[in-house]
């Protein structure tokens, strides 16, 4: 069980400067060698082929994007013929990676969005040379004054007997002139498999579809103040600026540190200045902050003083009016518990006013009316069971779980008093869903708040409010979105009148291809019926409104789909067009080692 | 028959759980997974149609940075919409200004309620930007995104329109009313029942944020980690130099312990240790007990030896106790790591645990401590709890909660399952012990309570699983049963006590379960297949069947269940029904690998080529690489003649399985069967395959034989039957008399009686060696020399 590996730790408090440099030559051995790990992570150890040959071709692939990148930069001359015949096969014959002309499709201030179609334009590239010819094509569209950037993620695979397809996201990205542009495709790829069974697959054909490139004409449109806005408080560099593993070996998961890091971010004005306030809610062991907006425009440091700074592990904070006497109160999503904190209209908030205890696995808040008794209500997720620490009930069925745990609508009474109002109004109706976000919106138009709700592991929830009694018609009104459910956002995207939901998912390239690919099969025991477990892995999810409170899936079409491992994903006119936007903050686990399959 | 399919604790899904606890030990090893992913922008069109564009990268927010939550607002008041990003990875936090050209091509709005019908914050209100190109629509909302929640202003972008009319507001507590005064470019508090738009003091003017990338540090590997509350220490050993047996370092006998990893080749060690002999009169003044366990020649930096470290210890005499660390403590202090964080980093020396009186970990050190952090850290071991948690915390801050006095017990036993089962099921026992007591304790919070119930829950769950390992079944039916009292409603509780009681006999019991919950509910699929596994165990198949066909009955379009049903089928030899339901099932499932195997294996048998071939196939598009369906695909393609397909599914098995000979030596003959053309790689595949495995030779030999000596001209083919023959021979080294003899027939039916003869002749030889005596050896000598002279005669064989 020990892992037979020794390293020292330089510690500079007690190794005297001499010590220490000739420490540095003869002792110091790499952290942590990702060889290890290799074996462990072999696809194919596991008789994942499909995923071997995936790997492979992405490999390939991820080749080809950093000759992109090389050629772009004017560095034709760093991809020696040699490589390039361990990518591309003899036979390569190709289209073009270009289309022949762009179109404009849209233009704002903010962006220019121009689309053509590479395919069928132009067949003649062919073999090493062409293949280099349709490289330089591509690598003109991106030259420019800051460093190309270039990547594919390959998402569906298809194989045979000698050779196989794949299906890649190609993305690229440089600056010119200026201004910002980014290539965005999807290569369809044709490989042969090397006929010793030994080597990698060489590209025989690329067909690029959905060619777009969209450009701002100055830099990127967001621009990263926040040293200049929080950096002058100390617990910028202590806290925020530290990564995971500063904590992970500092803090122990029984303090409520954990790699998982679901943390939100709550804006309010705190203290009735007029000006936005950021809460941070944190992880055990570290304090949540409250960084208070100042007449310069930065944001001090109040966690002390407003009595928010709890070193339990917070997920998120929820600032509503629950007196109605004028400021926000704080919600705070914890362990083990939800708090209620008072706020004395100053932006502090000694006094806490009710402890949820029966939600012990709280994260995403939110609140309305419910019942339109003018006051709010609030509504808690919970994802597990408490005991359900690893293993003991994980979600089951995979595609459909109803053994996580449970979600409460907290009734506000009046002078903090809050009442479990879950079972008594219908919400307790499919509530065991491993839920992580929760939204309000009127979506029948009949005065009174709706509910829906995102699911991990299955089907969400929308909850018709029939005057304070729910009944869950995600089915009927078609959102139910069996997938892995993580965000809720409401808008009019399409200005039709109704309203328009936006989903986020996971959108997993490798759970994508496995689950078309049936070694699967076999390992999911109960997993699902087939087409739901493909589903899952489809990524996020846009619902128009459609009448009478149905909903049609445009996620396809609109093309929001690749939102990748999503988190927070909603709705913002971030060009001040009139027109919704999404934005998706995603990622899972960056860590040490390279990425699962 | 696996167990209750439905039920979440079912040990058919073992492997599921199994692969999920596998990919938490490789993130805690620090894995990625779906990491360096950047943040996503997609673009609306609007008016323009189509999809949504990409516009992450020019967007500027597309940080690979693992983000979790977005809140909107204007930062500035300047018209645009900035964002705050939090991220799990450094930065934790991102504030993103928008630098959108704005002008007036905005409205901002603020809505308050008037705390009477509707709430104050106005959550919930509807508004309506009435624009030259057509209305606007926002909602009031508290709480949105993943765990965010953005401003309470409400902004509408106008693109090159203006507002071109009063605002209305639908307000949650009922009523419309509309605000005049709202125009481009401003921002307005509207407050209910006033009617008016109304624009509050512009914000202050303030010298813009200067934009500039973070840097976060890199984090730094030594800390010092004080614990509150103590998990319990698990007992150590070391071994003296130059002593061959280990002996128990004491620990929690009423005094603290350091127990100190290090080796002599490590300079921080040697300073550390150095330090603490200088100062030991003071340290043991305090108490302490040392002791320093070396690792040296021990792991993969083994370049220094045991006597390094004695020489060391020696040199500095070390007035503590000292030795070897054994296999077992080092695995104890990977245990005690790894039940601590949640993430596994590599030991590092030096490493120091700082051991209570009372046996419980008081601090970690990774990294050097110095004699004088100790001192201040062994004032510490008598604190009170909150001063304790305080020290605990990097950072200061609050709490809402008491501190704990004790660990939870459960959470730490599980990391001793594998390698110390003993010491597991002695902290599990006493975590019942003490998690009971808590649960007992009326005056305690309900949350604390909750908590101690959920822990005992698992306590007594966990002690089922490991008594059922040990072989106590009675002692595990005892402690699933206790779990299940705890969580009656739980169906994964009852899956487990009902494995339980089966495994320690108690069938009647189970049965009157399942019964009792059909009666109930005559649809419920999990005591019905419960049922039907009892019934089968006692050998009354016939009756589990009718169960889970009535189970079937109920839920038609249940896979597994039919697959299940199936297979039971199959145990009753109602073969014909059996394959009904396999069919049903990849009708329902046609990627069912499974079924299709069976379907695929009795079609053959049936001798059903041509639908045993379709299973294949189906098998093969979900697995294109299945062995056994490329290689019987392969084989009936072969039969039929299809020599083409055949050749190209055994090349494709090859190529990921070059080592199955079989195959190989169908491709072989395949080849051979295709024409000269494809003879000599042929020849070459088969001989290859008699090396890899001589039981092919046997076969080889039939076909041989078959090929040239069948009575039907039409199935002969004695240039077929030599090439293989002279590749058996080859293998054998022309020792195998019944090879030469298939040989001579080959040779034979091409004609070449002269050879066959000669052939004869050397068989003969081997056979008529004084120092055979292989038994049936003079019937063998007789049928050869019959041979001898039919092939003088030049008359081929004819069947045999």
């Known amino acids: 069980m020990w892992i037979s590996r020794v390293v020292v730790v330089l510690t500079l408090a007690v190794v005297p400067a001499a010590a220490l440099a000739q420490s540095r030559q003869a002792e110091v051995t790499p952290a942590f060698e990702p060889e290890n790990f290799a074996a462990a992570v072999d696809p194919r150890a596991d008789g994942w082929d499909t995923e071997a040959l995936s790997e492979q071709a992405e490999a390939q692939l991820k080749r080809v994007a950093a000759w992109l990148a090389e050629v772009a930069a004017g560095r034709a001359d760093a991809v020696p013929s040699g490589d390039v015949a361990t990518v591309v096969d003899q036979a390569f014959e190709s289209p073009g990676f270009v289309p022949g002309e762009l179109a404009a499709r849209y233009r704002g201030r903010a962006f220019t969005v121009e689309s053509g179609s590479a395919s069928g334009a132009d067949s003649g590239y062919r073999g090493a040379e062409g293949f280099r010819r349709a490289l330089g094509a591509l690598a003109g569209r991106l030259s420019g004054d800051r460093p190309p950037r270039a990547d594919f993620k390959l998402y569906s695979i298809d194989a045979g007997s000698e050779g196989f397809t794949t299906l890649a996201y190609f993305e690229a990205a440089a600056g010119a002139g200026g201004g910002f542009r980014q290539l965005n495709a999807v290569w369809s790829t044709v490989w042969r498999l090397p006929a010793d069974g030994a080597g990698e697959p060489l590209l025989l054909r690329v067909e690029v579809a959905d060619y777009e490139e969209t450009s701002t004409p100055r830099g990127p449109l967001f621009v990263d103040v926040t040293e200049a806005a929080v950096g002058h408080n100390p617990s910028y560099r202590d806290q925020l600026l530290q990564p995971p593993d500063a904590w992970l070996n500092r803090i122990t998961k029984a303090s409520g540190y954990n790699k998982t890091g679901w943390q939100g971010v709550s804006v309010a004005d705190v203290n009735g200045d007029g000006l936005d306030d950021l809460l941070l809610p944190e992880q055990g062991g570290l304090p949540n902050r409250l960084y208070v907006q100042n007449r310069e425009g930065t944001f001090d440091d109040r966690s002390a003083d407003a009595a928010i700074d709890y070193l339990e592990r917070a997920l998120a904070g929820l600032f509503v009016d629950l007196d109605n006497d004028g400021d926000p109160d704080l919600v705070l999503s914890s362990r083990p518990a939800v708090l209620v904190l008072e706020n004395d209209g100053s932006g502090r908030f000694a006094r806490v006013r009710h402890i949820a205890g029966d939600i012990p696995d709280s994260n995403s808040l939110s609140a309305a009316d419910y019942d339109n008794d003018g006051d709010l209500d609030l509504y808690v997720c919970a994802y597990r069971r408490a005991y359900d620490e690893r293993g003991v009930a994980s979600p089951v069925p995979y595609h459909d779980a109803n053994n996580g745990g449970r979600n409460v609508l907290l009734r506000n009474d009046g002078g903090f008093r809050f009442v479990d109002a879950t079972a008594e109004t219908g919400l307790d109706a499919n509530n065991r869903r491993f839920s992580l976000a929760a939204s309000w919106e009127d979506v029948d138009g009949d005065g009174d708040r709706d509910l829906y709700v995102a699911n991990d592991y299955g089907r969400n929830n929308l909850y018709r409010n029939d005057g304070g009694r729910f009944v869950d018609v995600a089915g009927e009104a078609g959102v139910e979105d069996i997938s892995s459910g993580m965000s809720v956002s409401w808008a009019d995207y399409n200005r039709d009148g109704r309203m328009d939901v936006y989903v986020g998912n996971m959108f997993s390239a490798a759970g994508n291809r496995i689950t078309y690919q049936r070694k699967f099969e076999r390992d999911r025991q109960r997993a699902g019926p087939l087409a739901e477990v493909q589903r899952m892995a489809r990524g996020n999810s846009l619902f128009a409104g459609a009448s009478g409170g149905g909903f049609v899936d445009r996620s396809v079409d609109a093309n929001v789909t690749m939102g990748r491992w999503s988190w927070s994903s909603v709705f913002a006119d971030i060009n001040n067009d009139g027109w919704e936007d999404l934005v998706v903050a995603n990622g899972n686990l960056t860590q040490t080692l390279p990425d699962d399959l | 028959m696996p167990r209750a399919p439905s039920s979440p604790d079912d040990r058919s899904l073992e492997p599921y759980l199994e692969s999920l606890r596998a990919l938490h030990e490789r993130l805690d090893e620090g894995l990625s997974f779906s990491g360096n992913e950047r943040n996503c922008v997609f673009l609306n069109p609007g008016r323009a149609g189509g999809a949504f564009a990409n516009a992450s990268a020019v967007s500027g927010l597309d940080f690979p940075d693992d983000g979790r939550g977005l809140a909107f607002l204007d930062l500035e008041g300047d018209g645009d919409l900035d964002v705050a990003i939090s991220n799990r990875t450094a930065p934790r936090l991102r504030l993103m200004r928008n630098e959108l050209p704005v002008g007036r091509r905005f409205v901002a709005l603020h809505l308050e309620g008037d705390g009477a019908g509707t709430n104050r914050d106005a959550v919930g209100a509807r508004v309506e930007v009435p624009t030259s190109s057509g209305l606007l629509r926002r909602s009031v909302r508290a709480g949105e995104g993943f765990l965010s929640q953005s401003s309470r202003w409400l902004h509408f972008g106008l693109g090159d329109s203006e507002v071109s009319g009063p605002v209305r507001v639908h307000w949650p507590g009922g009523g419309n009313e509309t605000f005049a005064g709202v125009a481009a470019g401003g921002r307005y508090r509207i407050v209910q029942g006033r009617g008016m738009a109304e624009a509050p003091p512009a914000p202050p003017r303030r010298t813009p944020l200067v934009p500039r990338s973070q840097e976060p540090p890199a984090p730094t590997t030594g800390s010092r980690v004080v614990l509150a509350p103590r998990p319990p220490a698990p007992s150590f050993t070391l071994r003296s130099f130059d002593a061959s047996e280990p002996v128990a370092v004491e620990a929690g006998q009423g005094r603290p312990v350091l127990v100190n990893i290090w080796a002599s080749w490590c300079v921080p060690c040697r300073f550390e240790l150095q330090d603490l002999a200088n100062e030991a009169d003071a340290l043991r003044a305090a108490g302490l007990e040392i002791a320093a366990l070396s690792t040296d020649g021990m792991g993969d930096v083994a370049t220094t030896t045991e006597e390094a470290a004695r020489k060391f210890m020696d040199e500095i005499a070390f007035p503590f106790l000292h030795g070897m660390a054994t296999e077992e403590t080092l695995d104890k202090v990977e245990i005690v790591k790894r039940s601590l964080f949640d993430r596994r980093f590599p030991l590092s020396l030096p490493f120091s645990m700082l051991i209570d009186g009372e046996g419980r970990v008081a601090a970690l050190y990774r990294g050097g401590v110095t004699a004088g952090d100790l001192l201040a850290d062994l004032e510490l071991l008598d604190a009170r709890d909150a001063d304790l948690r305080a020290a605990s915390a990097p950072l200061p801050g609050r709490w809402f909660t008491e501190p704990p006095g004790e660990v939870s017990l459960a959470s730490y036993a599980r990391w001793y399952e594998e390698g110390f089962p003993e010491e597991s099921v002695a902290l599990l026992r006493r975590s019942v012990e003490v998690e009971q007591t808590r649960l007992d304790d009326n005056g305690a919070a309900s949350f604390e309570r909750q908590g101690a119930r959920d822990r005992l829950f698992r306590s007594l769950q966990r002690l089922a699983v490991l008594e059922s390992r040990r072989g106590d079944d009675e002692a595990a039916a005892r402690y699933a049963r206790a779990a299940f009292d705890l969580e009656p409603d739980d169906p994964a509780a009852r899956a487990v006590w009902q494995n339980a009681l089966l495994d320690a006999g108690d069938t009647g019991s189970v049965r009157a379960q399942a019964e009792a919950a059909l009666a109930a509910d005559p649809g419920d699929v999990a005591a019905r297949v419960r049922l039907a596994e009892l019934l089968d165990g006692e050998g009354r198949t016939d009756e589990a069947v009718r169960e889970l066909g009535r189970a079937v009955e109920g839920s038609p379009r249940d896979v597994e269940l039919r697959y299940l049903y199936g297979q039971l089928l199959g145990k009753a030899e109602r073969l014909r029904e059996a394959m009904e339901q396999f069919a049903a099932v990849v009708t329902l499932d046609p990627r069912h690998v499974e079924a299709h195997r069976i379907l695929a294996e009795a079609a053959i048998r049936s ?141 034979a039916e091409t004609g070449d009686f002269e050879t066959a003869a000669r052939t004869v002749e050397s068989a003969l030889e081997i056979v008529g060696d004084p120092r055979n005596d292989s038994p049936g050896r003079e019937r063998l000598l007789e049928l050869l020399s019959r041979r001898l002279e039919q092939y003088r005669q030049g008359i081929p064989v004819r069947g045999r």
């Not at chain 2, 299945?626 to 039929?640: F, K, N, Q, S, V």
């Not at chain 2, 395959?689 to 039939?702: H, K, S």
């Open chain 2, 607 to 747: 001798d059903e080529l041509g639908a045993a071939w379709g299973h294949y196939r189906a098998i093969l598009e979900v697995e294109p690489r299945d062995t056994e369906a490329l290689y019987g695909a392969a084989r009936i393609a072969a039969a039929g003649d299809r020599l083409d397909d055949a050749v190209e599914g055994y090349r494709t098995l090859l190529s990921h399985d070059p080592d199955h000979a079989a195959a190989r030596h169908e491709l072989g003959l395949a080849l051979i069967r295709g024409g000269p053309s494809g003879a000599a790689e042929g020849a070459e595949h088969l001989r290859r395959a008699y090396l890899e495995d001589r039981n092919l030779l046997a076969r080889g030999n039939d076909i041989a034989w078959t090929l040239a000596t069948h009575p039907d001209a039409g199935r002969r083919d004695g240039q077929l039957a030599l090439l293989i023959a002279l590749e058996l021979n080859a293998v054998a080294g022309g020792a195998e008399p019944a090879l030469l003899e298939t040989l001579a027939a080959a040779q």
